[in-house]
């Protein structure tokens, strides 16, 4: 994990943004991991001392969010998921939830795109792609 948090400071500074040891702590958690994750495990992944209380945390997550180092998905049980961006530019991928574990996995080799023209007027902001199925461990 000490060289994820090395990983983690440094992608904060490279942006220019302010350092702090709970963006560390939160970004190196969520570039440990491979698959989305919420706020509540990532809660339970953080070490009990200095603690983080749940507000803090979650306006880490936004922030991180804001400046495009994770994103977050919702699930069908409207609970936000996040991970952390292998890139700092933002594409769009699909992800897959699997409806008995309720686990979400990013798809990042499918891109969700919409190619045909919308109404005069309206203007894209992003597009949703989610699979729902099984998991290889709960099939």
Known sequence: MFSLQKQAEEMIRRRGERVTPGRVRVLAILLAEQRAVTHHEIE???PDKPRLNRVTLYRILEWLDEKCFVHKVVGDDRIWHFRA???VAHHQH???ECVR??????LDD???EYDSPLPTGYQSREIELRVKGLCAECA
């Open 101 to 106: 574990c309720t686990r979400v996995v990013c």
């Open 94 to 96: 699909a992800h897959f």
């Open 110 to 112: 499918i891109k969700a």
């Open 44 to 46: 339970k992944s953080l």
């Open 85 to 87: 961006n292998s890139q």
